[in-house]
Nanobody, 118 residues
Framework: QVQLVESGGGLVQAGGSLRLSCAAS????????IGWFRQAPEKEREFLAR????????TYADSVKGRFTISRDNAKKTVYLQMNSLKPEDTAVYYC???????????WGQGTQVTVSS
């Protein structure tokens, strides 16, 4: 099992950048794929990016491709989401999630708020 804690959210102006962190506990962190998601008020949760257990494979949603970069440091048990060229529509609560295999994401953090002002 793995526990996840997000940090790095905040208020930023449009065009700015933030780096979110997803810190994990648990000895088997390096065996989990990690994904980033977000949920804006009155909207469904949206997949943003995922990274494989060793960082060798990444996938991005079209909405963030070219602006967001996911990376991981297994020695630090942390996954990052570098967000550049932020837009007001990126305002949401951002979550990281972990999965060992399969399509579901059984482990979730508590989320961190990102607010982008125009």
């Amino acid at each position: 099992q793995v526990q996840l804690v997000e940090s790095g959210g905040g208020l930023v102006q449009a065009g700015g950048s933030l780096r979110l962190s997803c810190a994990a506990s648990g000895r088997t962190f390096s065996t989990y794929a990690i994904g980033w998601f977000r949920q804006a008020p009155e909207k469904e949760r949206e997949f943003l990016a995922r990274i494989s257990w060793n960082g060798g494979s990444t996938t991005y949603a079209d909405s963030v491709k070219g602006r967001f970069t996911i990376s991981r440091d297994n020695a630090k048990k942390t996954v990052y989401l570098q967000m550049n060229s932020l837009k007001p529509e990126d305002t949401a609560v951002y979550y990281c999630a972990a999965r060992y295999d399969g399509a579901d994401w059984p482990y979730w953090g508590q989320g961190t708020q990102v607010t982008v002002s125009s």
